[in-house]
């Protein structure tokens, strides 16, 4: 869960986002930015390449970015998910394009929504190129990923 917005930042808010604890033992302010990712400062607040005040980390996420890719619709199945096209936007907690065994899938951004348990075939652009289906569980983890190239 992301630092607050508010002024009212505690360094131990901040260790919690970055390092997984709320402890501040052996921590300072210049090695919290240090350890941070400087893509996941809110640009709002953040000054990048400053380390002077609390205030930088206001609305920090140390969380991975979802990514995009696009679905079929639900009622493509088997062979078929393989044929159509994905104009469905939904978004993975993965590292590719698209998402692999164990990553979760979403049906929004910010991944509060699983998506369902079903076979969908994805694509990297709405309507592109069906290259691969997947099986999600009723958690959204994709269970099994089949090429849809033989």
């Keep these: 869960m992301a630092v607050t917005t ?3 930042i505690r360094f131990s808010d901040v260790c ?6 709320s402890s501040t033992a052996g921590k300072t302010l ?18 990048l390449g400053t380390v002077d005040t609390l205030l930088d980390f206001r609305g920090y996420s140390h969380t991975e970015p ?3 890719f696009y679905r079929t619709n639900a009622s493509s199945k ?4 393989c044929n159509i096209s994905a104009t469905t936007a939904v978004y993975h907690n993965g590292s590719a394009s698209l998402p692999a065994v164990n990553d979760i899938v979403y049906t929004n951004n910010p991944g509060t929504t699983f ?3 079903y076979e ?7 309507g592109g190129n069906v290259t691969h289906k997947m099986t999600i569980n009723t958690v959204g983890v994709v269970t099994s990923k089949t090429s849809c190239i033989p």
Aim: charged share 5%.
């Design 6 to 8: 508010s002024d009212m």
């Design 16 to 21: 919690r986002e970055i390092y997984g604890n």
């Design 30 to 47: 210049v090695g919290a930015h240090a350890a941070a990712s400087s893509g996941w400062f809110n640009s709002t607040y953040a000054v």
């Design 66 to 68: 979802l990514i995009t």
């Design 78 to 81: 088997g062979a078929l998910a």
């Design 115 to 117: 998506l369902g348990n």
């Design 120 to 126: 969908y075939g994805m694509a990297t652009s709405s």
